[in-house]
């Protein structure tokens, strides 16, 4: 008698106080869950043919949705020293200015680099590619990819090599040659000392959207040893326009079908295959006569950070200018996913 007593007066407290309380409410049924935005990727390696080396970048394909914090988050998510974010828009607009990409680093957006270009023009292109018949007025238009970039519109040609590799070769800005800097100044940095420089250019700060200084060594050894003073660096970085780097290079290359050895050297580490300083070095090396016009110079970099990468460049001159820099090479798509934000 007292059990069903008790099991009465529970029952009776508990609809007292749901007709207090209401219906009781779980968090999972007050807040529905936002739906996820996918946006697909693709993992390329830029400047080589062969999987796993070249400069590594993540291409997205459909940023439109994605803040500017998200793609600087996603970039440090990344790892890389690059990410591109791909905007579509109507075909009329694309084909005036451009396909609209924006490049970002893991400490910002940057106008304009050069492995990033490269990558992007060559995802997107092998997108239109699958996506196209073997017509020949569809072949016509994978010649050529221009991306709208903060920089500018910057076209990226390609064309079938001898052994029917796919060769992509960008042109890049009209270059701005800019500061001069002391042998002795840049040598401490990097624990050289003066007579490690070479002679047959100045060092100096030179720029197709991003700004490098460049520094051209006497032998391969200096360049290998080079190590970053990381205090003297930052000071002296400090001094100098945003987004400078250092690109050295030496013409002791050991490799008769190799030009030049090169290494970027910035603040924070090192790039295996610099696009932009590259550019920026062929049109250097014309204006000082270290290289004719229109003359092909294979430079190789990455190679102490074994992630070897290929680059060729080239540059005209109109008179006192130089013009119509370019920088090609081969790049290699390896990975595909997704992001869910």
């Known amino acids: 008698m007292n059990r069903i007593r008790r099991k009465l007066l529970l029952t009776a407290g508990a609809t007292a106080m749901a007709l207090t309380l209401g219906p009781i409410s779980y968090a999972s049924d007050a807040i529905a869950p936002l739906r996820p935005r996918r946006f ?154 003066s007579d490690d420089i070479a002679d047959y250019g100045p060092i100096q700060t030179v720029s197709t959207g991003l700004p490098f200084a460049i520094v051209p060594l006497k032998r391969l050894a200096s360049l290998q040893s080079l190590r970053i003073n990381a205090e003297k660096m930052n000071s002296y970085v400090a001094k100098q326009e945003p987004n400078f780097g250092f690109y ?42 270290a290289a004719a016009p229109e003359q092909s110079v294979h430079i190789r970099q990455g190679v102490e950070m074994k992630r070897t990468s290929d680059i060729f460049v080239r540059a005209s001159r109109d008179r006192d200018k130089i013009v119509n820099v370019r920088v090609g090479g081969y790049a290699v798509q390896t990975m595909e996913g997704e992001v869910i934000l």
């Open 248 to 289: 050295y290079v030496t013409r002791d290359t050991v490799d008769a079908d190799v030009a030049l050895r090169a290494r970027g050297v910035y603040v924070g580490g090192e790039d295996a295959a610099t696009g932009s300083a590259a550019g920026c070095t062929a049109a250097w090396l014309v204006r000082y006569g």
């Open 40 to 193: 697909k990727f693709v993992h390329i390696d830029v400047f080589t043919l062969q999987p796993l080396l070249g400069n590594p970048l993540d291409v997205f394909l459909d940023a439109r949705g994605m803040s500017d914090a998200e793609m600087l988050a996603v970039t440090r998510e990344t790892y890389l020293s690059e990410a591109t974010f791909v905007f579509p828009r109507d075909p009329a607009t694309e084909r005036e200015h451009g396909i609209s990409v924006r490049i970002f680093m893991p400490d910002g957006e940057v106008p304009f680099a050069g492995h990033p270009t490269l990558g992007t023009a060559t995802v997107l292109r092998n997108l239109r590619l699958a996506s196209m018949s073997s017509s020949a007025s569809s072949a016509a238009s994978l010649n050529e990819i221009s991306l709208d970039l903060k920089v500018g519109k910057v076209p990226v040609t390609f064309l079938k090599d001898s052994l029917d590799h796919t060769f992509g070769e960008m042109r890049q800005v009209t270059p701005n040659f800019g500061a001069l800097h002391d042998k002795k100044a840049v040598a401490q940095l990097h624990n050289l000392v």
